[in-house]
């Protein structure tokens, strides 16, 4: 007598494929009835942080150039004073993301290891309308739970490209895009000054523009120019190419003498141990 | 409760519960204008500094809006929030500041203008001034005076206060630098000019990398029993 087990039941990757097929949003109700009992009592909602941004893309003579700035905040309060918005997604293909901070990082992530998995598979590099056709399914998916809005752009084997992705699953394909809390006043630059086949060093100052009008016109967006420039021949991530604000100067010394703080008890533990490996990490006090 | 009534159904299925469907939306008699002011009483001089920027939302109405206000010879007054009703509070003021020099026949004092505006904000107890209110100024002894007011009218003399947009970033640090809190063994030093108004050029500094409202330019007026002098400097644009 053959006792037959089902291999598949036994299967301890079916198991994790189904549960991780995607995210549930069945706790979508509950949530909005929680947001309400919690306001009856006068508490608020956690919110999750948005990046509030301006993000802005081009195509010019070569290829593209992505531009974003580097502020992120938490409601009005500035969170990260330089964090990076231009994602990689392909070698050839990078993607800036606005609207909610961790929907953004995490949607690209996704994107990355699905082009990455797609290029193995195929055999072919990855083309930019592959990666807006995969974004667009995922976000409509999530029926605009997923809150990322993303600009798109590379230049693959048909050419150089740029696409918009919005968070409920819709995208656009122009030569030139903007997107974020300061989108208006970049695109009002690009609706001024852009021409098609732009020569580089025109192309990144136009960007750069667009950029610090959103800097400096939206609340949202602040501190550094990021720029990205894509063509054939490869990717320079320009990290800080403008800083169009710099901190104030300050004329007072506010650093505390050892012993300020009061020591209530004091024990000491020896621990006897040998040096291994010394490493020093600077870090970014600014 | 509702977690409860959950479990007595099929855990896959969700029960509908009634929850906010369409909002009405009614139209909201205040806006939030942003800005952040700051007061600092020393021993014969005052300090009232404000930030210039008016926003609203995520835009900027202007660069150059400051919060402070000239009353007498000897105070100036602060107010942020919204910006209407700043420009209301301040022209009933210098309104009533004359009525009281005409029937009086001298200037108000700090003190008086303080509580004079007490009762003003207190008068619109069930529709407030959405206004936050600080005074710095000159005493009758000509020593430094600051008043600090909540939107309704509660208000105390202190030595500094910061209000507005980033008071919350501000206060801490006027507490340790000022008030000499949460530290061991620093001499406690009376504030001299130049060391206060170097402090609060300083503290705007900072509430400008981190707050979005604040920015733009710095408006500082020291009162004097020389008089008021103003100064602007300039912050982060962004």
Do not use: W
């Not at chain 2, 909002?23 to 002011?37: D, K």
């Not at chain 2, 009353?71 to 009533?96: E, M, N, P, Q």
């Amino acid at each position: 007598v053959n006792s037959r087990h089902s291999v598949e039941r036994r299967d301890p990757c079916r198991k994790y494929l189904l549960s991780t097929k995607h995210i549930s949003v069945i706790n979508d109700k509950r949530n909005v009835v929680l947001e309400s009992s919690l306001s009856e009592l006068g508490y608020k909602a956690p919110i999750a942080r948005k990046t509030g941004t301006t993000i802005a893309g081009i195509v010019y003579k070569d290829g593209v150039i992505l531009g974003a700035d580097t502020r992120a905040t938490d409601d009005m309060v500035v969170a990260d004073k330089n964090c990076m918005k231009i994602h990689y997604i392909a070698p050839n293909i990078y993607c800036c993301g606005a609207g909610v901070a961790a929907d953004a990082e995490i949607t690209t992530q996704i994107m990355a290891s699905n082009v990455e998995l797609h290029t193995l598979n195929t055999g072919r590099p990855p083309l930019v309308a592959m990666v807006t056709r995969q974004l667009k399914q995922m976000l409509f998916r999530y029926q605009g739970h997923v809150g990322s809005s993303l600009i798109v752009g590379g230049v693959d084997v048909t050419g150089a490209h740029l696409f918009s992705v919005y968070p409920h699953g819709s995208y656009d394909k122009l030569p030139f895009l903007t997107m974020g809390s300061g989108a208006a006043a970049a695109v009002s630059i690009f609706e001024d000054r852009f021409k098609p086949n732009m020569e580089l060093e025109e192309a990144k100052q136009l960007v750069n523009d667009a950029i610090a009008a959103g800097i400096f016109c939206d609340l949202g967006s602040g501190s550094n120019v990021d720029l990205c420039v894509i063509t054939e021949a490869g990717v320079e991530y320009l990290r800080g190419y403008d800083k169009p604000t710099m901190k104030g100067k300050r004329e007072g010394q506010y650093r505390y003498k050892p012993g300020t703080t009061a020591i209530l008890t004091k024990t000491i533990t020896p621990l006897s141990l040998d040096v291994v490996d010394e490493s020093v990490q600077i870090m970014d006090t600014e | 409760e509702f977690t409860r009534l959950n479990l007595k159904h099929d855990p896959g299925k969700m029960k509908e519960y009634h929850y906010t469907g369409p909002v009405e939306h009614r139209f909201s008699p205040y806006a939030f204008n942003g800005g952040t002011v700051l007061a600092v009483a020393g021993e014969d001089f005052a300090i009232v500094a404000s930030d210039t920027r008016l926003s609203e939302g995520y835009s900027i109405h202007s660069r150059d809006s400051p919060k402070c206000y000239k009353l007498t010879d000897t105070t100036v007054i602060g107010c942020s929030g919204f910006h209407g009703d700043c420009l209301t509070l301040t022209k009933i003021i210098d309104a009533r500041l004359k009525m009281y020099k005409h029937s009086n026949n001298k200037s108000m004092t700090s003190g008086a203008i303080a509580a004079m505006l007490s009762t003003i904000l207190y008068g619109r107890r069930f529709f407030p001034y959405y206004v936050y209110n600080i005074i710095g100024g000159l005493d009758e002894h000509g020593k430094g005076a600051v008043y600090s007011f909540d939107p309704v009218g509660s208000y105390q003399r202190d030595t500094y206060k910061a209000g507005g947009s980033a008071s919350a970033m501000l206060q801490p640090l006027l507490d340790n630098q000022i008030g000499f809190k949460n530290m061991e063994g620093v001499q406690h030093v009376p504030l001299t000019r130049d060391k206060a108004v170097q402090l609060v050029k300083d503290v705007f500094i900072s509430a400008a990398e981190r707050d979005v409202y604040t920015g733009d330019a710095l408006r500082v007026c020291v009162i004097t029993k020389e008089g008021i002098n103003e100064q602007t400097i300039p912050l982060r644009k962004d």
